[in-house]
Structure formats: C-alpha cells, structure tokens
C-alpha cells in the first residue's frame, strides 16, 4: 500500500477519476467535499473498524453513525448505516485572554456551531468538555448560565467596562454597607457622651445629698452646679438630639433644687443662745 498526501479537494479529484483506491479525510460533514462524494454513485462509504474501542480509550473521539440514504434517499445511498469516528475540536485560549474576550468568543461559537447537522442535535455544540486543557472559569459560567447578563442589554463594550467596575464596587460596597449601618449608632453614641459625664456629676452631688447634711458643704455644691450649668448652656447639639440638653437643664435644676432645700433645713437646725 502506498500513501499519499494529498488536500481535500486533490483526493476528491482524483478519487472520482479512479487516480486512487481510497481516501482518509477529516472534514466535517457539511463539507462540500463530503457531500459531493456521498451522493456519487461510485463511491462507497467505509465503516471505520473498532470504533467502539477507540472511542473508549480515546476521550478526543466519539463513535458516530451516517444513517444509510443521508447522501441520495432515492437509491439510498450509502445502502446501510456507516459508523465513523469523530475527532472532538477544542476551542483554546491563552491562561491571561481577558474574560470579555472568551465570551465574545464562546457567543460567536454558539451561534456559528449550534445548528444541527448529521451528527449532532440543535445546541449541541460547544459543550463543556475539558480534555487536555482545563476548562476556564468563564466557560464554565457560560456554560451554566449564557453569556453575562450586562451584554444582554449594553453594547460589548459597556457592558465590559460596567462589569470592571461591578467587580471593584462590591467588594467596596460590600465592606462600607455594614459600617454605614454603625454610623448613626456610633454618632449618637457620641452625642449622648457629651452630656453624659455632667449626668455623672450630678450624680455625684445626689449621693452627697443622701449621705446627709455633714457629707455636703452646699456652697460647694452651688457653685459646682453653676460650673455644670454654664458647660451645659454651650453645648452645641443637632436638633435632632437638643432634648438631651433640655433634659440634662432639668436634672440641674432638680438637683439644685434638693442642695437648696439641704442648705435650708441645715440652717434652721442651728439654736442661737441668748446673751445673759
């Protein structure tokens, strides 16, 4: 047996001019060279032996079958179904092709390959079998759920600038959301501290006024609470939490009110002796 090499078209040629016995080719179906010699009557269609086997030790090849009549159903020709081996075609790409670029790719591939044909049903073609190269992530996310949704809507450019950004926004989003939700509650924190510590104060005197009159020298405390009171009046405070102050105004009050009433009954406790 001698071998030759020879295009597609050159084997065609010279198979129907009786050049050569038989030719080896890798085509697709479609292609006018097969599709010419199927429907010539000279030429017969060989099933490819073990086909089966190979198609087991091989992931790259699939088993496939011509059904007979597929070239001319009035004779029909080929006269039985043929069974063939398909090599699979992979779609590869460099490791760092931007994702944008792969699904362009795989959409394009989609709509070109997803018709039927002989061999294969509507949609197909491509699948997502990973051979020799590992499947890349954005295949992977094409494959389960079409192509972003951003190009459904935007032109291919916008749509991949608006996904740049979407991919730095939430995380972004993601960390400034939840301290957003602290920020009123750190602020009024704050605002509460400002008159928190003349509440303690007044505490302080309220104690001093229970202990008794011997544990309060009223003077003192009158002119401590004259110092809280002035702090007090130049607060600044939003409107939205002036009661506060109005309220600390009023615990002043209240507790000046007690100092004073301390300081009148201690006064009148007091005997004066008459002079002899």
Do not use: C
């Amino acid at each position: 047996m001698e071998l030759l090499g020879y295009s597609p078209q050159d084997a065609r040629d010279k198979l129907l001019a009786g050049e050569i016995d038989a030719a080896l080719m890798v085509l697709a179906s479609e292609s006018p060279v097969v599709q010419q010699l199927l429907a010539d009557d000279r030429i017969e269609l060989e099933s490819f032996p073990n086909t089966d086997a190979y198609a087991a030790l091989y992931p790259f090849l699939n088993k496939v079958m011509v059904p007979a009549g597929v070239g001319d159903l009035t004779k029909p020709h080929p006269s039985s179904n043929i069974t063939l081996l398909a090599p699979k075609a992979s779609l590869v790409v460099r490791s760092d092709t931007h994702s944008a670029i792969q699904y362009l790719l795989l959409n394009t591939t989609r709509q070109v390959h997803s018709v039927s044909s002989i061999f294969r049903r509507a949609g197909e073609f491509p699948a997502a079998e990973a051979m020799e190269v590992p499947l890349s992530d954005e295949a992977a996310q094409f494959y389960k759920a079409g192509r972003p949704f951003l190009q459904n809507y935007l032109p291919f450019w916008m749509a991949a600038l608006v996904g740049k950004l979407l991919v730095l926004l939430i995380p972004i989003i993601g960390v400034i959301y939840p301290l957003l939700r602290f920020v009123p509650t750190i602020y009024g924190w704050s605002m509460r501290r400002k008159t928190s510590r003349f509440h303690e104060e007044l505490r302080f005197l309220e104690e001093e006024l229970e202990a008794g009159p011997a544990a309060l020298d009223a003077a003192s405390a009158l002119t401590r609470l004259d110092r809280i009171e002035q702090q007090a009046n130049h607060l600044r405070l939003p409107t939205a939490y002036a009661s506060m102050q109005y309220i600390l105004r009023h615990h002043i009050a209240l507790v000046r009110e007690r100092v004073m009433v301390q300081r009148d009954k201690s006064a009148s406790s007091v005997v004066f002796l008459p002079r002899k």
